[in-house]
Protein backbone atom coordinates (compact mmCIF):
# COMPACT_ATOMS: atom_id res chain seq x y z
CA UNK A 1 0.00 0.00 0.00
CA UNK A 2 1.52 3.28 -0.86
CA UNK A 3 0.59 7.01 0.91
CA UNK A 4 0.98 10.21 -0.87
CA UNK A 5 1.19 13.33 1.55
CA UNK A 6 0.69 17.04 0.51
CA UNK A 7 -0.30 20.22 1.94
CA UNK A 8 -2.31 23.17 0.59
CA UNK A 9 -4.49 26.03 1.62
CA UNK A 10 -8.11 25.29 0.79
CA UNK A 11 -9.90 23.03 2.88
CA UNK A 12 -13.23 23.79 0.69
CA UNK A 13 -11.57 22.87 -2.83
CA UNK A 14 -10.43 20.15 -1.64
CA UNK A 15 -13.24 18.56 -0.10
CA UNK A 16 -15.34 19.81 -3.51
CA UNK A 17 -12.63 17.69 -5.72
CA UNK A 18 -13.50 14.79 -3.60
CA UNK A 19 -16.82 14.54 -3.46
CA UNK A 20 -16.84 15.38 -7.52
CA UNK A 21 -18.27 12.66 -9.49
CA UNK A 22 -18.21 14.78 -12.83
CA UNK A 23 -14.72 15.99 -14.28
CA UNK A 24 -13.21 13.21 -12.22
CA UNK A 25 -14.83 10.35 -13.74
CA UNK A 26 -12.56 7.48 -11.64
CA UNK A 27 -14.84 9.09 -8.27
CA UNK A 28 -17.82 6.44 -8.16
CA UNK A 29 -20.00 6.77 -4.86
CA UNK A 30 -17.70 9.17 -2.68
CA UNK A 31 -18.55 8.90 0.86
CA UNK A 32 -16.86 9.15 4.31
CA UNK A 33 -15.71 5.97 5.80
CA UNK A 34 -14.28 7.67 9.26
CA UNK A 35 -13.85 11.04 10.78
CA UNK A 36 -11.92 12.70 14.01
CA UNK A 37 -15.21 12.17 15.74
CA UNK A 38 -17.83 9.42 14.22
CA UNK A 39 -20.15 12.06 13.50
CA UNK A 40 -18.41 14.96 10.66
CA UNK A 41 -21.43 15.35 8.12
CA UNK A 42 -21.31 13.33 4.96
CA UNK A 43 -22.15 15.22 1.32
CA UNK A 44 -22.14 11.84 0.00
CA UNK A 45 -24.92 10.23 2.23
CA UNK A 46 -27.66 13.24 1.92
CA UNK A 47 -29.77 15.12 -0.53
CA UNK A 48 -28.84 18.46 -0.17
CA UNK A 49 -25.52 17.97 -0.89
CA UNK A 50 -24.01 21.82 -1.29
CA UNK A 51 -25.21 22.93 2.36
CA UNK A 52 -23.70 19.29 3.60
CA UNK A 53 -20.44 20.06 2.06
CA UNK A 54 -20.37 23.56 3.79
CA UNK A 55 -21.18 22.47 6.95
CA UNK A 56 -18.10 19.62 6.88
CA UNK A 57 -15.75 22.62 5.92
CA UNK A 58 -16.80 24.62 8.54
CA UNK A 59 -16.28 22.00 11.24
CA UNK A 60 -12.80 21.25 9.58
CA UNK A 61 -11.90 24.77 9.48
CA UNK A 62 -13.51 25.81 12.84
CA UNK A 63 -9.66 25.74 14.51
CA UNK A 64 -8.01 27.38 11.88
CA UNK A 65 -10.25 30.20 11.94
CA UNK A 66 -9.59 30.01 15.80
CA UNK A 67 -5.75 30.43 15.12
CA UNK A 68 -5.53 32.64 12.52
CA UNK A 69 -7.55 35.62 15.38
CA UNK A 70 -4.71 34.51 17.33
CA UNK A 71 -1.75 34.57 14.71
CA UNK A 72 -0.67 30.84 15.14
CA UNK A 73 -2.79 29.21 12.09
CA UNK A 74 -0.50 27.73 9.45
CA UNK A 75 0.12 29.33 6.10
CA UNK A 76 -0.86 25.69 4.73
CA UNK A 77 -3.11 24.43 6.89
CA UNK A 78 -4.36 21.31 4.49
CA UNK A 79 -3.01 18.10 4.94
CA UNK A 80 -3.77 15.70 2.54
CA UNK A 81 -2.88 11.57 2.62
CA UNK A 82 -4.00 9.35 0.05
CA UNK A 83 -3.80 5.31 0.71
CA UNK A 84 -3.78 3.04 -2.69
CA UNK A 85 -3.97 -0.94 -2.28
CA UNK A 86 -2.15 -2.59 -5.06
CA UNK A 87 -4.28 -4.10 -7.96
CA UNK A 88 -3.78 -7.41 -7.46
CA UNK A 89 -4.84 -6.66 -3.43
CA UNK A 90 -8.67 -7.84 -2.37
CA UNK A 91 -11.31 -5.29 -1.96
CA UNK A 92 -11.30 -3.54 1.53
CA UNK A 93 -14.52 -2.75 3.32
CA UNK A 94 -15.25 0.63 4.68
CA UNK A 95 -14.88 -0.67 8.04
CA UNK A 96 -11.14 -2.05 7.24
CA UNK A 97 -10.51 1.13 5.12
CA UNK A 98 -11.82 3.01 7.94
CA UNK A 99 -9.49 1.22 10.78
CA UNK A 100 -6.29 2.03 8.26
CA UNK A 101 -7.29 6.22 7.88
CA UNK A 102 -7.29 5.96 11.75
CA UNK A 103 -4.01 3.76 12.20
CA UNK A 104 -2.42 5.99 9.78
CA UNK A 105 -3.32 9.83 11.46
CA UNK A 106 -2.25 8.41 14.81
CA UNK A 107 1.08 7.36 13.33
CA UNK A 108 1.64 10.57 11.52
CA UNK A 109 1.25 12.91 14.63
CA UNK A 110 -1.75 14.31 12.70
CA UNK A 111 -4.91 12.46 15.15
CA UNK A 112 -2.81 10.64 17.87
CA UNK A 113 -4.67 8.01 20.00
CA UNK A 114 -6.69 9.17 22.94
CA UNK A 115 -5.00 12.37 22.18
CA UNK A 116 -8.30 14.96 22.90
CA UNK A 117 -6.71 18.03 20.81
CA UNK A 118 -6.12 15.75 17.92
CA UNK A 119 -6.58 17.60 14.75
CA UNK A 120 -9.77 17.25 12.63
CA UNK A 121 -9.82 14.79 9.76
CA UNK A 122 -12.38 12.51 7.43
CA UNK A 123 -11.18 9.81 4.80
CA UNK A 124 -13.04 9.80 1.63
CA UNK A 125 -13.60 6.92 -0.28
CA UNK A 126 -14.28 7.31 -3.67
CA UNK A 127 -12.91 4.40 -5.49
CA UNK A 128 -12.98 0.69 -4.56
CA UNK A 129 -8.92 0.87 -4.30
CA UNK A 130 -8.06 3.97 -2.61
CA UNK A 131 -9.32 6.61 -0.27
CA UNK A 132 -8.24 10.14 0.85
CA UNK A 133 -7.70 11.22 4.09
CA UNK A 134 -8.09 15.35 4.40
CA UNK A 135 -7.42 16.81 7.66
CA UNK A 136 -7.07 20.39 9.24
CA UNK A 137 -3.46 21.07 10.76
CA UNK A 138 -4.35 22.88 13.96
CA UNK A 139 -4.91 21.13 17.29
CA UNK A 140 -7.72 21.31 19.79
CA UNK A 141 -4.98 23.97 21.89
CA UNK A 142 -4.20 25.48 18.62
CA UNK A 143 -1.27 25.09 18.57
CA UNK A 144 0.17 23.28 14.71
CA UNK A 145 0.19 19.56 14.23
CA UNK A 146 2.95 17.57 15.20
CA UNK A 147 3.59 15.73 12.23
CA UNK A 148 7.69 15.88 11.63
CA UNK A 149 8.35 12.70 9.19
CA UNK A 150 5.07 12.04 8.26
CA UNK A 151 5.63 10.41 5.01
CA UNK A 152 7.97 7.57 6.80
CA UNK A 153 6.08 7.50 9.94
CA UNK A 154 2.85 6.40 7.35
CA UNK A 155 5.17 4.13 5.86
CA UNK A 156 5.94 2.19 8.85
CA UNK A 157 1.92 1.81 9.74
CA UNK A 158 1.56 0.90 6.73
CA UNK A 159 4.15 -2.14 5.72
CA UNK A 160 2.43 -3.41 9.22
CA UNK A 161 -0.96 -3.05 7.93
CA UNK A 162 -0.13 -5.02 4.37
CA UNK A 163 0.95 -7.81 6.48
CA UNK A 164 -2.03 -7.94 9.07
CA UNK A 165 -4.70 -7.63 6.28
CA UNK A 166 -2.73 -9.93 3.91
CA UNK A 167 -2.11 -7.28 1.07
CA UNK A 168 0.83 -6.60 -1.43
CA UNK A 169 4.17 -6.23 0.58
CA UNK A 170 5.84 -3.00 -0.79
CA UNK A 171 9.42 -2.96 -1.91
CA UNK A 172 10.22 -0.30 0.87
CA UNK A 173 13.60 1.82 0.57
CA UNK A 174 16.01 2.93 2.71
CA UNK A 175 16.12 7.05 1.80
CA UNK A 176 19.49 5.57 -0.12
CA UNK A 177 18.11 5.34 -3.55
CA UNK A 178 18.78 7.49 -6.33
CA UNK A 179 16.15 10.30 -6.98
CA UNK A 180 14.03 9.22 -9.86
CA UNK A 181 12.63 11.38 -12.93
CA UNK A 182 10.05 13.23 -12.81
CA UNK A 183 7.20 13.00 -14.95
CA UNK A 184 8.22 16.01 -16.78
CA UNK A 185 11.39 14.86 -17.51
CA UNK A 186 10.36 11.29 -18.62
CA UNK A 187 7.89 13.16 -21.11
CA UNK A 188 10.77 16.05 -22.14
CA UNK A 189 12.78 12.51 -23.21
CA UNK A 190 9.93 11.20 -24.84
CA UNK A 191 9.53 13.89 -27.10
CA UNK A 192 13.45 13.92 -27.62
CA UNK A 193 12.95 10.55 -28.68
CA UNK A 194 15.31 9.26 -25.78
CA UNK A 195 14.60 6.15 -23.64
CA UNK A 196 15.65 7.49 -20.52
CA UNK A 197 15.72 10.81 -19.12
CA UNK A 198 18.86 13.55 -19.20
CA UNK A 199 18.85 12.91 -15.12
CA UNK A 200 19.30 9.20 -15.74
CA UNK A 201 21.58 9.35 -18.64
CA UNK A 202 23.88 11.93 -16.82
CA UNK A 203 23.71 9.60 -13.55
CA UNK A 204 24.75 6.41 -15.55
CA UNK A 205 27.71 9.03 -17.07
CA UNK A 206 29.00 10.29 -13.39
CA UNK A 207 29.52 6.59 -12.40
CA UNK A 208 31.20 5.35 -15.32
CA UNK A 209 33.41 8.52 -14.91
CA UNK A 210 34.00 7.35 -11.31
CA UNK A 211 34.55 4.19 -12.34
CA UNK A 212 37.67 5.15 -14.60
CA UNK A 213 39.39 7.85 -12.30
CA UNK A 214 41.92 7.52 -9.95
CA UNK A 215 41.39 11.26 -8.47
CA UNK A 216 38.89 14.17 -8.70
CA UNK A 217 41.00 16.10 -10.86
CA UNK A 218 40.85 13.05 -13.61
CA UNK A 219 37.11 13.03 -12.70
CA UNK A 220 35.99 16.16 -13.90
CA UNK A 221 38.74 15.77 -16.40
CA UNK A 222 36.72 12.78 -18.29
CA UNK A 223 33.67 14.36 -17.17
CA UNK A 224 34.98 17.39 -19.51
CA UNK A 225 35.48 15.38 -22.53
CA UNK A 226 32.69 13.24 -22.35
CA UNK A 227 30.36 14.25 -25.61
CA UNK A 228 26.69 15.53 -24.71
CA UNK A 229 27.77 16.42 -21.16
CA UNK A 230 28.42 20.13 -19.59
CA UNK A 231 30.32 20.73 -16.36
CA UNK A 232 30.84 22.96 -14.44
CA UNK A 233 33.39 22.90 -11.16
CA UNK A 234 33.98 25.07 -8.40
CA UNK A 235 37.20 24.95 -6.82
CA UNK A 236 38.77 26.40 -3.24
CA UNK A 237 41.40 29.08 -3.51
CA UNK A 238 44.20 26.71 -3.61
CA UNK A 239 42.99 25.25 -6.50
CA UNK A 240 41.38 21.89 -4.97
CA UNK A 241 38.01 21.09 -6.57
CA UNK A 242 35.06 22.17 -4.29
CA UNK A 243 31.81 20.95 -6.17
CA UNK A 244 30.62 20.07 -9.68
CA UNK A 245 27.35 19.74 -11.31
CA UNK A 246 26.35 18.63 -14.57
CA UNK A 247 24.23 19.04 -17.91
CA UNK A 248 23.35 17.17 -20.93
CA UNK A 249 23.71 19.60 -23.97
CA UNK A 250 19.97 18.47 -25.41
CA UNK A 251 18.11 19.33 -21.98
CA UNK A 252 17.41 22.88 -21.79
CA UNK A 253 14.86 25.78 -20.18
CA UNK A 254 12.10 27.04 -22.51
CA UNK A 255 15.64 30.37 -22.15
CA UNK A 256 17.47 27.86 -23.63
CA UNK A 257 19.63 27.87 -20.53
CA UNK A 258 21.21 24.49 -19.79
CA UNK A 259 19.31 22.88 -16.46
CA UNK A 260 22.21 21.71 -13.84
CA UNK A 261 22.28 18.94 -11.78
CA UNK A 262 24.74 18.68 -8.91
CA UNK A 263 26.14 15.35 -7.97
CA UNK A 264 23.97 14.54 -4.75
CA UNK A 265 20.68 15.43 -7.00
CA UNK A 266 21.54 12.36 -8.90
CA UNK A 267 22.40 9.98 -6.38
CA UNK A 268 24.01 9.89 -2.98
CA UNK A 269 27.33 8.63 -3.07
CA UNK A 270 27.66 11.15 -6.60
CA UNK A 271 28.54 14.62 -4.23
CA UNK A 272 32.23 14.73 -4.73
CA UNK A 273 32.77 14.11 -0.64
CA UNK A 274 31.68 10.83 -1.30
CA UNK A 275 33.19 10.28 -4.93
CA UNK A 276 36.71 11.57 -2.90
CA UNK A 277 36.57 9.26 -0.37
CA UNK A 278 36.00 6.34 -2.90
CA UNK A 279 38.91 7.62 -4.76
CA UNK A 280 41.50 7.79 -1.94
CA UNK A 281 40.87 3.89 -1.79
CA UNK A 282 42.25 3.61 -5.39
CA UNK A 283 46.12 2.86 -5.76
CA UNK A 284 47.75 5.37 -8.25
CA UNK A 285 48.28 3.23 -11.45
CA UNK A 286 51.81 2.46 -12.80
CA UNK A 287 53.92 0.93 -15.64
CA UNK A 288 53.13 -3.28 -14.89
CA UNK A 289 56.54 -4.81 -14.48
CA UNK A 290 56.57 -7.29 -17.22
CA UNK A 291 56.14 -10.22 -15.09
CA UNK A 292 53.31 -8.62 -13.03
CA UNK A 293 50.26 -9.88 -13.06
CA UNK A 294 47.12 -9.31 -15.51
CA UNK A 295 44.93 -7.00 -13.87
CA UNK A 296 41.98 -8.48 -15.17
CA UNK A 297 43.34 -11.59 -13.46
CA UNK A 298 43.31 -9.85 -10.39
CA UNK A 299 40.12 -8.48 -10.63
CA UNK A 300 38.49 -11.60 -10.85
CA UNK A 301 40.76 -13.01 -7.97
CA UNK A 302 39.11 -9.79 -6.12
CA UNK A 303 35.67 -10.31 -7.36
CA UNK A 304 35.73 -14.15 -5.74
CA UNK A 305 36.80 -13.13 -2.60
CA UNK A 306 33.63 -10.66 -2.10
CA UNK A 307 31.46 -13.51 -1.17
CA UNK A 308 33.51 -14.52 1.57
CA UNK A 309 33.88 -11.24 2.88
CA UNK A 310 30.12 -10.44 2.40
CA UNK A 311 29.94 -13.74 4.69
CA UNK A 312 32.05 -11.85 7.97
CA UNK A 313 30.69 -9.77 10.42
CA UNK A 314 32.18 -6.14 9.33
CA UNK A 315 29.23 -4.77 7.42
CA UNK A 316 31.01 -1.66 6.85
CA UNK A 317 33.61 -3.41 4.80
CA UNK A 318 30.71 -5.75 3.12
CA UNK A 319 28.88 -2.41 1.55
CA UNK A 320 32.05 -0.83 0.48
CA UNK A 321 32.83 -4.25 -1.23
CA UNK A 322 29.58 -4.28 -3.06
CA UNK A 323 30.43 -0.27 -4.05
CA UNK A 324 33.53 -1.32 -5.34
CA UNK A 325 31.50 -4.29 -7.25
CA UNK A 326 29.34 -1.84 -8.30
CA UNK A 327 32.02 0.43 -9.85
CA UNK A 328 33.27 -2.95 -11.32
CA UNK A 329 30.18 -3.56 -13.28
CA UNK A 330 29.65 0.05 -14.33
CA UNK A 331 33.42 0.08 -16.14
CA UNK A 332 32.64 -3.29 -17.63
CA UNK A 333 30.78 -2.17 -21.05
CA UNK A 334 33.65 -0.15 -21.69
CA UNK A 335 35.76 -3.52 -22.17
CA UNK A 336 33.43 -5.19 -23.74
CA UNK A 337 32.27 -6.33 -27.12
CA UNK A 338 29.19 -4.54 -28.81
CA UNK A 339 26.73 -7.37 -29.19
CA UNK A 340 27.03 -7.52 -24.67
CA UNK A 341 27.29 -4.15 -24.06
CA UNK A 342 24.22 -3.03 -23.91
CA UNK A 343 22.94 -6.40 -21.10
CA UNK A 344 25.96 -5.23 -18.75
CA UNK A 345 24.92 -1.49 -19.30
CA UNK A 346 21.66 -2.98 -17.71
CA UNK A 347 23.08 -5.18 -15.29
CA UNK A 348 25.15 -2.36 -14.24
CA UNK A 349 22.51 -0.15 -14.00
CA UNK A 350 19.90 -2.78 -11.98
CA UNK A 351 22.89 -3.28 -9.46
CA UNK A 352 23.67 0.54 -8.60
CA UNK A 353 20.92 0.36 -6.24
CA UNK A 354 22.26 -2.63 -4.44
CA UNK A 355 25.59 -0.28 -3.60
CA UNK A 356 24.23 1.56 -1.20
CA UNK A 357 22.63 1.44 1.66
CA UNK A 358 22.22 2.72 5.62
CA UNK A 359 25.68 0.98 6.40
CA UNK A 360 28.51 3.87 6.15
CA UNK A 361 31.04 1.62 3.90
CA UNK A 362 34.86 1.83 4.53
CA UNK A 363 36.69 2.00 0.87
CA UNK A 364 39.89 0.99 2.24
CA UNK A 365 38.97 -2.60 2.41
CA UNK A 366 38.46 -2.83 -1.72
CA UNK A 367 41.97 -1.40 -3.13
CA UNK A 368 42.24 -4.49 -4.78
CA UNK A 369 39.74 -4.46 -6.92
CA UNK A 370 39.16 -0.66 -7.68
CA UNK A 371 42.88 -1.15 -8.23
CA UNK A 372 42.81 -3.69 -11.12
CA UNK A 373 39.73 -2.13 -12.43
CA UNK A 374 41.34 1.03 -13.23
CA UNK A 375 43.74 -0.84 -14.73
CA UNK A 376 42.20 -3.07 -16.61
CA UNK A 377 41.05 0.51 -18.22
CA UNK A 378 44.74 1.79 -19.09
CA UNK A 379 45.24 -1.64 -21.30
CA UNK A 380 43.72 -3.58 -23.97
CA UNK A 381 41.06 -5.86 -23.49
CA UNK A 382 42.06 -9.39 -24.16
CA UNK A 383 40.98 -10.39 -27.69
CA UNK A 384 39.68 -13.87 -26.79
CA UNK A 385 36.74 -13.20 -24.13
CA UNK A 386 38.35 -15.96 -21.72
CA UNK A 387 39.74 -13.48 -19.41
CA UNK A 388 35.82 -11.65 -19.77
CA UNK A 389 34.03 -14.79 -19.28
CA UNK A 390 36.13 -15.38 -16.16
CA UNK A 391 35.33 -12.13 -14.57
CA UNK A 392 31.71 -12.50 -15.04
CA UNK A 393 31.17 -16.15 -13.92
CA UNK A 394 32.65 -14.54 -10.51
CA UNK A 395 30.40 -11.73 -10.62
CA UNK A 396 27.42 -14.51 -10.72
CA UNK A 397 28.67 -15.71 -7.63
CA UNK A 398 29.08 -12.41 -6.09
CA UNK A 399 25.70 -10.85 -7.15
CA UNK A 400 24.02 -14.13 -5.32
CA UNK A 401 25.82 -13.63 -2.19
CA UNK A 402 25.10 -9.95 -1.97
CA UNK A 403 21.35 -10.48 -2.76
CA UNK A 404 21.69 -12.64 0.69
CA UNK A 405 23.44 -10.35 2.43
CA UNK A 406 20.79 -7.58 1.81
CA UNK A 407 17.86 -10.52 2.54
CA UNK A 408 19.51 -10.76 6.11
CA UNK A 409 19.12 -7.09 6.42
CA UNK A 410 15.63 -6.16 5.61
CA UNK A 411 17.17 -4.20 2.22
CA UNK A 412 14.36 -4.86 0.20
CA UNK A 413 14.87 -2.48 -2.68
CA UNK A 414 18.14 -3.58 -3.23
CA UNK A 415 17.35 -7.29 -2.72
CA UNK A 416 15.22 -6.98 -5.97
CA UNK A 417 17.99 -4.77 -7.81
CA UNK A 418 20.32 -7.57 -7.10
CA UNK A 419 18.06 -10.27 -8.67
CA UNK A 420 17.36 -7.88 -11.58
CA UNK A 421 21.24 -7.57 -11.91
CA UNK A 422 21.70 -11.52 -11.85
CA UNK A 423 19.47 -11.75 -14.81
CA UNK A 424 21.46 -9.51 -17.13
CA UNK A 425 24.84 -11.16 -15.50
CA UNK A 426 23.69 -14.78 -16.86
CA UNK A 427 22.55 -13.45 -20.02
CA UNK A 428 25.40 -11.62 -20.85
CA UNK A 429 27.59 -14.41 -19.25
CA UNK A 430 25.88 -17.04 -21.31
CA UNK A 431 26.65 -15.02 -24.65
CA UNK A 432 30.26 -14.14 -24.18
CA UNK A 433 31.56 -17.51 -22.67
CA UNK A 434 30.03 -19.65 -25.72
CA UNK A 435 33.39 -18.37 -27.94
CA UNK A 436 35.97 -19.50 -25.27
CA UNK A 437 34.59 -22.18 -24.08
CA UNK A 438 33.92 -23.71 -27.77
CA UNK A 439 37.55 -23.60 -28.37
CA UNK A 440 38.32 -24.82 -25.01
CA UNK A 441 36.34 -27.81 -25.87
CA UNK A 442 37.96 -28.48 -29.19
CA UNK A 443 41.41 -28.84 -27.46
CA UNK A 444 40.31 -31.49 -25.31
CA UNK A 445 42.73 -34.08 -24.51
CA UNK A 446 42.59 -38.09 -25.56
CA UNK A 447 40.65 -40.11 -23.55
CA UNK A 448 43.14 -41.81 -21.62
CA UNK A 449 44.18 -38.23 -20.25
CA UNK A 450 40.64 -37.48 -19.49
CA UNK A 451 40.27 -40.91 -17.56
CA UNK A 452 43.43 -39.57 -15.73
CA UNK A 453 41.91 -36.39 -15.52
CA UNK A 454 38.49 -37.73 -13.85
CA UNK A 455 40.79 -39.30 -11.23
CA UNK A 456 42.34 -36.69 -9.99
CA UNK A 457 38.96 -35.09 -9.93
CA UNK A 458 37.37 -37.49 -7.30
CA UNK A 459 40.83 -37.17 -5.26
CA UNK A 460 40.94 -33.51 -5.29
CA UNK A 461 37.71 -32.33 -4.68
CA UNK A 462 35.49 -35.51 -3.81
CA UNK A 463 32.89 -33.19 -2.12
CA UNK A 464 31.98 -31.89 -5.28
CA UNK A 465 33.37 -34.46 -7.87
CA UNK A 466 30.23 -36.28 -9.13
CA UNK A 467 28.60 -32.99 -9.94
CA UNK A 468 32.21 -31.79 -11.88
CA UNK A 469 32.07 -34.58 -14.06
CA UNK A 470 28.44 -34.81 -15.00
CA UNK A 471 28.49 -31.17 -15.75
CA UNK A 472 28.32 -31.04 -19.77
CA UNK A 473 31.62 -28.58 -19.27
CA UNK A 474 33.81 -31.77 -18.37
CA UNK A 475 35.49 -30.89 -21.58
CA UNK A 476 36.03 -27.62 -20.84
CA UNK A 477 38.05 -28.51 -17.51
CA UNK A 478 40.19 -31.43 -18.84
CA UNK A 479 41.35 -28.99 -21.91
CA UNK A 480 42.45 -26.28 -19.32
CA UNK A 481 44.25 -29.19 -16.69
CA UNK A 482 45.58 -30.41 -19.58
CA UNK A 483 47.09 -26.74 -20.90
CA UNK A 484 48.34 -25.93 -17.41
CA UNK A 485 49.66 -29.89 -16.94
CA UNK A 486 51.95 -29.09 -20.34
CA UNK A 487 53.14 -25.51 -18.93
CA UNK A 488 54.78 -27.60 -15.96
CA UNK A 489 51.53 -27.81 -13.06
CA UNK A 490 50.32 -30.62 -11.53
CA UNK A 491 46.73 -30.95 -11.89
CA UNK A 492 45.39 -32.45 -8.59
CA UNK A 493 46.94 -29.61 -6.80
CA UNK A 494 45.86 -27.26 -9.33
CA UNK A 495 42.22 -28.38 -8.50
CA UNK A 496 43.21 -28.43 -4.60
CA UNK A 497 44.23 -24.36 -5.11
CA UNK A 498 41.32 -23.74 -7.30
CA UNK A 499 38.62 -25.36 -5.38
CA UNK A 500 39.87 -23.57 -2.31
CA UNK A 501 39.76 -20.36 -3.71
CA UNK A 502 36.11 -20.47 -3.63
CA UNK A 503 33.54 -23.06 -2.82
CA UNK A 504 31.54 -24.13 -5.83
CA UNK A 505 28.17 -24.91 -4.06
CA UNK A 506 26.66 -21.43 -5.66
CA UNK A 507 27.99 -22.43 -9.50
CA UNK A 508 25.43 -22.90 -12.16
CA UNK A 509 28.44 -24.88 -13.68
CA UNK A 510 31.33 -25.98 -11.30
CA UNK A 511 33.18 -27.46 -14.47
CA UNK A 512 33.02 -24.30 -16.03
CA UNK A 513 33.98 -22.66 -13.18
CA UNK A 514 37.15 -25.13 -12.15
CA UNK A 515 38.24 -24.47 -15.79
CA UNK A 516 38.35 -20.56 -15.44
CA UNK A 517 40.19 -20.65 -12.02
CA UNK A 518 42.44 -23.23 -13.60
CA UNK A 519 42.98 -21.39 -16.75
CA UNK A 520 43.84 -17.95 -14.39
CA UNK A 521 45.88 -19.74 -12.31
CA UNK A 522 48.17 -21.62 -14.69
CA UNK A 523 49.06 -18.22 -16.17
CA UNK A 524 50.80 -17.24 -13.37
CA UNK A 525 54.75 -18.54 -13.87
CA UNK A 526 55.52 -21.76 -12.10
CA UNK A 527 57.59 -21.72 -8.61
CA UNK A 528 61.11 -22.38 -8.28
CA UNK A 529 62.24 -25.90 -6.12
CA UNK A 530 62.79 -24.36 -3.50
CA UNK A 531 59.25 -22.85 -3.44
CA UNK A 532 57.97 -26.20 -4.71
CA UNK A 533 59.29 -28.26 -1.57
CA UNK A 534 58.01 -25.81 0.72
CA UNK A 535 54.85 -25.79 -0.77
CA UNK A 536 54.68 -29.94 -1.14
CA UNK A 537 55.72 -29.69 3.10
CA UNK A 538 52.98 -28.01 4.19
CA UNK A 539 49.72 -28.43 1.62
CA UNK A 540 47.14 -31.33 3.17
CA UNK A 541 44.45 -32.81 1.30
CA UNK A 542 41.12 -31.72 1.80
CA UNK A 543 40.55 -35.06 3.30
CA UNK A 544 43.53 -34.83 5.59
CA UNK A 545 45.87 -36.52 4.04
CA UNK A 546 49.55 -35.39 3.43
CA UNK A 547 50.02 -34.30 0.01
CA UNK A 548 51.88 -35.62 -2.78
CA UNK A 549 55.95 -35.41 -2.58
CA UNK A 550 57.66 -32.41 -3.24
CA UNK A 551 58.41 -33.86 -6.46
CA UNK A 552 55.36 -34.03 -7.68
CA UNK A 553 54.58 -30.04 -6.22
CA UNK A 554 55.69 -28.49 -9.26
CA UNK A 555 51.95 -26.74 -9.71
CA UNK A 556 52.29 -24.74 -6.70
CA UNK A 557 52.32 -21.18 -8.22
CA UNK A 558 53.41 -17.96 -6.25
CA UNK A 559 53.04 -14.38 -7.20
CA UNK A 560 56.29 -12.72 -7.93
CA UNK A 561 57.68 -10.38 -5.68
CA UNK A 562 56.55 -6.99 -6.11
CA UNK A 563 53.05 -8.45 -6.41
CA UNK A 564 53.30 -10.22 -3.50
CA UNK A 565 53.98 -6.93 -1.94
CA UNK A 566 51.02 -5.18 -3.00
Given at each position: ?????????????????????????????????????????????????????????????????????????????????????????????????????????????????????????????????????????????????????????????????????????????????????????????????????????????????????????????????????????VYFPSGDVRGYKVASKDNLTAGKEPIWYSGSTLAPDLSLPRIRTRLKATDQPSRRPPRSPNPWHQATSATERIPHHLTGHDDRASQAHLAAFGEALDALPLLSPAPIRARLREAASAFERATRSRIRAEHDHTRALRSAT?????????????????????????????????????????????????????????????????????????????????????????????????????????????????????????????????????????????????????????????????????????????????????????????????
Amino acid sequence: MIAKISSGKDTAGLIRYLFDTKKAKDHTDPHLVASWDGFAPDPGRTDDFTATKRLLVADLDLRVKQARRLGRAPERHVWQCSLRAATTDRHLSDEEWADIARRVVAATGIAPQDDPDGCRWVAVRHAPDHIHIAATKVRGDLRPARHWNDYLTADRELATIEKEYGLLRVLRGDRTAAKRSTRAEQEKAHRQGQDKSARERLHNIVRTAVAASISTEEFIRLLSHTEGVLVEAVYFPSGDVRGYKVASKDNLTAGKEPIWYSGSTLAPDLSLPRIRTRLKATDQPSRRPPRSPNPWHQATSATERIPHHLTGHDDRASQAHLAAFGEALDALPLLSPAPIRARLREAASAFERATRSRIRAEHDHTRALRSATRAMLREPAPSDGTALAMLLDAAILVTIAATRWHQLRHHDQQVAAAQQALLHLQAAFDQAAAAPLAALIRRRPPQPTVDRFVHHIRRAVPEHSEHVIADPAIAALTAALAEAEALGHDPERLLIQATDQRALDDARSPARTLAWRIQRISARPTPNARARAAQAHRTVRPDGTPSTPAHEASTVTSLPPGARRR
